[in-house]
């Protein structure tokens, strides 16, 4: 099962969408484009929130 995170539902304006299975390399991915498309280092616990946040459980992001 996939999760979809859109970055305009994280307050940026852009279009971009990750639609991935739930591993924790869609966190790393989220990260990355934070940093490389809008200058932003989060750490991955403040990531990890940003998408429980949106109703996504832990587990299902780690699994």
Do not use: P, W
């Not at 305009?8 to 304006?13: N, Q, R």
């Not at 739930?22 to 929130?49: C, M, N, P, S």
Request: hydrophobic residues 35%; contains cysteine; glycine residues 4%.
């Amino acid at each position: 099962m996939a999760i979809r995170l859109r970055c305009e539902d994280y307050g940026f304006e852009c279009k971009y969408i990750l639609d991935e299975e739930k591993t924790a390399d869609l966190i790393e991915k989220l990260r990355d484009h934070f940093e490389e498309e809008h200058g932003i280092d989060y750490a991955v616990e403040v990531v990890t929130q940003m998408i429980t946040n949106r109703g996504y459980s832990l587990e299902s992001i780690k699994k």
